[in-house]
């Protein structure tokens, strides 16, 4: 997995609450077996005029030249919602995102951006609004995350402090191998195992 | 109740890092499972229980064959990848041909795979269809089924706990569709986020499994990471002697052990909801997110009444999207499709309500209705029952078993402009098909608005 130290780049503002994993990427590209090459479905829907994706809708943010090469994006509560799919962080992940900033996120999208080495920052309201303000006035103007210092630094140079599990943060600076992590335990799950097999037999 | 099943479950406590979580079912699909099968391949991985895995094909299943040479051809790929995986690694699959095939939370349930106590995952949001049961249930991503299938364990971090008390008699007509969609209406599309949900109270205990399955299933339309119902009577009635529910003495066995999981008397819990199930009236949803929902006598909502300059903005677009302007009584709203299916809302109990108001009536005239059962045990039965013979003979068309055109990842899809009265989960933008307009309500409610043509309140049929 890539790891995530710090980052800077464009912020695109995605002003719509509850975009749901569906928008990010709809069902149609879920076919695939493969990881790779999600990043030109993504937003499919708002991003093309035609269903096969070869005409761009000229008012989607991400089509606008001053954020067509944005790598930081702002969006509001409960982003990430719905399907499981892990299809949507691989997409924005494939079309350069690196860091995610809102006020809430999905549970299961939450997840899987860790596993893609994605930062997902939540940041209060009133903060996101902020970067939603300054980022529409002047577009195309940079915003960086530093996942050490946990502190988001806004166009202005204003500087916010962002909460983060102290696991994900770990898995997010050394790009960790979750699996090889747990196989660490692999002697406690063993021993689990055989507790269960006397104690629930029907379990095993 | 979750906090029984968590601590009966944990492998290893966390150290100011993560927990890590025993699971004891891993539901397998084809559309999430591929690249953790190939990443295993990759690391020269295996799979440490292949026993503990059951897998299916439902998402992009054709409803209309069960034919191979007429599947399209990149959902074959799909497909023929997770036979190919599930021989390789040893797993039970219960594959598009097969008697058992079905929507994966259909058939986990209706083999007795799911069980109380347990800890169930799947690629799949909707997982937490099976903590009616008294399971914990959740959906994971891709990398997750994958570190599941290496090493039986997931990493977890506790979530909070939120009571939702349903007390009360729902009135005829009022089902547990309504119920879950009034909750969803009341505390938002992530009013649980981060939270467990246990769903509890009178109006609880007198569903039926199916009803109680509906609820859990759309937890995660809450922003829950899962649901659960505690495990009583009905639960025990209703999983003895199915394929994979323990026999002899291990039933007796296990069944002291579920009856030791209800939360105990006076259990704390982080959050409290209560809802009066007996105020509740239909449930249809008029935008593009199941918490914009009102009752089948109310109107569209003006967005400018919401004081919320967010909730404001979402309102403005998902009326622009669903193309409806505000004022307009719900009833009376023209819909052309009807989906009659979904792990929601296609199990035999929906299926046998929905025909008792179909009975000697007609699709309208411009409306094309499809009913898809949850699963191929399930279609069986509803043929067995002539459930079948009462739809085809009021033009619905009578389908094989699939996710289908909840998500539209098949050929049932909805055309751009296309409304669709459904009793899926989901009325996102474009989830049915692109530009297609979704009404979510119960499975009475879209037969009723099959026969009439537009949204009308099913309880003038009972």
């Not at chain 2, 992530?190 to 937890?219: D, Q």
Request: glycine residues 8%; hydrophobic residues 35%.
């Amino acid at each position: 997995m890539q790891a995530f130290i710090r980052h800077t780049g464009i912020a695109a503002p995605l002003d719509r609450v509850n975009v749901d994993t569906d928008a990010i990427v709809p069902k149609q590209f879920l076919r695939k077996i493969e990881r790779s090459g999600f990043g030109k479905h993504l937003f499919h829907e708002w991003r093309y005029l035609d269903y096969e994706g070869t005409r761009e809708n000229p008012d989607f943010v991400l089509n606008k030249p001053a954020y067509r090469k944005a790598t930081v994006l702002l969006a509001r509560d409960n982003f990430g919602c719905g399907s499981s799919r892990e299809h949507a962080p691989w997409a924005l992940a494939d079309y350069g995102f690196r860091v995610i900033i809102a006020p809430t996120f999905a549970d299961i999208f939450y997840n899987n951006c860790v596993k893609n080495g994605i930062l997902l920052v939540a940041l209060k309201s009133d903060e996101v609004e902020s970067l939603f303000r300054q980022v529409i006035q002047k577009p195309g103007e940079q915003v960086s995350a530093d996942l050490e210092k946990q502190t988001v630094t806004d166009p202005a140079g204003k500087q916010y402090h962002f909460e983060i599990n102290p696991f994900a943060r770990t898995c997010l600076l050394k790009g960790l191998d979750h699996i090889g992590w747990t196989q660490q335990f692999a002697d406690k799950i063993r021993d689990f195992e055989q507790k269960l097999k006397q104690e629930k037999p029907w379990l095993t | 109740m979750y906090e029984k099943i968590w601590e009966a479950h944990l492998v290893r406590p966390s150290q100011g890092d993560t927990a890590i979580l025993y699971v004891d079912r891993h539901l397998v699909h084809e559309v999430t499972s591929p690249q953790a099968f190939a990443a295993l391949r990759e690391t020269g991985r295996s799979v440490a229980h292949p026993e503990k895995a059951f897998a299916t094909m439902d998402h992009n299943v054709s409803t209309r064959t069960k034919d191979w040479s007429l599947v399209e051809k990149t959902s074959r790929v799909q497909m023929e990848t997770l036979q190919k995986n599930c021989k390789q690694f040893g797993i039970k699959l219960y594959d598009f041909a097969d008697a058992h095939q079905g929507i994966v939370h259909a058939i986990g349930p209706e083999m007795g795979i799911t069980q109380p106590g347990m800890t169930i995952v799947c690629g799949d949001s909707h997982t937490s269809t099976h903590g009616a049961f008294g399971a914990l249930a959740f959906g994971i991503g891709t990398s997750e089924v994958e570190h599941v299938l290496a090493t039986q364990t997931l990493q977890q971090d506790k979530a909070r706990t939120m009571l939702i008390r349903i007390d009360g008699t729902l009135k005829p007509g009022v089902t547990s569709k309504d119920i879950i969609l009034a909750i969803i209406g009341k505390i938002g599309t992530a009013g649980a986020t981060g939270y467990v949900i246990e769903y509890a109270g009178s109006a609880i205990r007198k569903l039926s499994m199916e009803g109680r399955m509906t609820i859990c299933n759309m937890s995660i339309e809450a922003g829950g990471r899962a649901g659960m119902i505690a495990p009583d009577e009905t639960t025990f009635e209703y999983l003895q002697g199915r394929e994979y529910a323990p026999k002899d003495e291990l039933w007796d066995k296990a069944l002291a052990y579920w009856k030791t999981l209800p939360s105990d008397p006076g259990s704390r819990f982080d959050t409290v909801v209560e809802l009066d199930a007996s105020t509740l009236k239909p449930q249809v949803t008029w935008g593009t997110s199941p918490g914009q929902v009102v009752s089948v006598e109310d109107k569209v909502p003006d967005p400018e009444s919401f004081t919320n300059p967010v909730d404001r903005t979402a309102a403005r677009h998902a009326l622009q999207y669903m193309d409806l302007k505000p004022g307009t009584p719900m009833a009376g709203i023209k819909v052309n499709k009807i989906f009659l299916g979904s792990c929601t809302n296609a199990r035999i109990e929906d299926l046998r309500d929905a025909a008792r108001i179909v009975k000697g009536k007609k699709v309208h005239k411009d409306v094309q209705a499809i009913v898809v059962p949850a699963s191929e045990g399930v279609r069986r039965q509803a043929e067995k029952e002539g459930l079948d013979k009462i739809f085809k003979d009021a033009g619905f068309e009578w389908r094989f078993a699939g996710c289908s055109m909840c998500l539209g990842m098949n050929d049932d899809q909805l055309k751009p402009g296309e409304r669709c009265a459904s009793s899926s989960n989901r009325n996102f933008e474009g989830r049915q098909g692109p530009g297609g307009r979704t009404h979510l309500m119960s499975p009475i409610m879209v037969v009723a608005a099959a026969i009439e043509g537009k949204i009308t309140d099913a309880r003038k049929y009972l």
